[in-house]
């Protein structure tokens, strides 16, 4: 219910902060660690800026129709779900979006969960304002209408760029209408750590969201669990092209992989996934 996760919504107003709710939308097949993690760096990140206070978090897991390969049924994931927050004081799984007869937009989810934020914060400052009347020379106390953020990370971000995928007005209406993204990723300062031994590679990405280690033989192709990254799996191959490391990714998404080069100090990765590339660049630790 809102009410039991949203509460403090009123009185968090009166400390010079807007109300702040994060939504996540997304498969969650299952839910995992780094998905609840995403949602503490978001709310550390978001009192920081002096600006908003969290009150509340919501996942909402994507209905059946959604048609992603090896998707459990929404019955399951949610409920997994539920299970995964039980001890949350402020996370909650949604259900709502699952249980709708076919697959629906982003922008959908966060229209109607912003309208019932707006619904409940009605309720909430005409039940609890009508007895601070006298307290403020019969006028009511300006109380900040709260805010819903969507909650994403880079992976989810990146599809912003692929052409076609998005409506421009979804584009618009995410970031522009009080419904904002926050790339959590930008956040982080991963560390890489490599081992080789001949043709065998270990190559450790380490940061407080989420670890993730590769395993390898150069030349051989080998099936990479990514449930960790996006909840895919795919063949994947890695061979040397003169001095750089090239991977090829072969599973739901074309034309995904990466390149690592060394270049002095510094160790550059560029990723590409759908004709989309993002480059990272790692400072050696001396």
């Not at 106390?141 to 692929?162: M, R, Y």
């Not at 979804?170 to 490599?194: G, M, Q, S």
């Not at 395993?215 to 909840?231: C, T």
């Amino acid at each position: 219910m809102w009410s039991e996760h949203l509460r403090p919504c009123v009185t968090m107003a009166y400390r010079g902060r807007v109300p702040l709710v994060l939504l996540a939308c997304g498969s969650f097949n299952p839910i995992t660690n780094q998905h609840m993690r995403l949602f503490e760096l978001a709310r550390d990140h978001m009192h920081q800026t002096g600006h908003y206070e969290v009150i509340g978090g919501i996942v909402s897991p994507v209905s059946d129709k959604y048609g992603k390969k090896g998707l459990v049924s929404a019955t399951h994931r949610v409920a997994m779900t539920h299970l995964a927050l039980r001890t949350s004081d402020w996370i909650r799984a949604d259900s709502w979006e699952s249980e709708q007869p076919q697959w629906i937009t982003t922008v959908t989810t966060l229209r109607q969960h912003y309208n019932r934020l707006l619904n409940w914060h009605q309720s909430q400052v005409s039940l609890n304002d009508m007895s601070k009347v006298k307290k403020h020379n019969n006028k009511f106390p300006a109380v900040d209408t709260p805010e819903l953020k969507l909650l994403c990370g880079a992976d989810f971000l990146e599809t912003f760029k692929i052409p076609h995928l998005w409506r421009e007005d979804h584009l618009e209406e995410i970031v522009n209408v009080n419904i904002a993204i926050r790339k959590i990723a930008t956040l982080l300062k991963p560390d890489k750590d490599i081992i080789q031994n001949g043709d065998h590679i270990i190559i450790k990405t380490l940061s407080t969201f989420k670890n993730y280690i590769m395993d390898f033989e150069v030349g051989k192709q080998f099936e990479e669990d990514l449930s960790g990254v996006d909840d895919r799996k795919c063949m994947t191959t890695i061979t040397w092209d003169e001095d750089k490391l090239v991977c090829v990714q072969n599973g739901e998404k074309e034309g995904r992989g990466w390149t690592h080069w060394v270049e002095g100090d510094e160790l550059h990765l560029e990723l590409r996934v759908c004709g989309v590339k993002c480059k990272q660049v790692f400072k050696k630790v001396k």
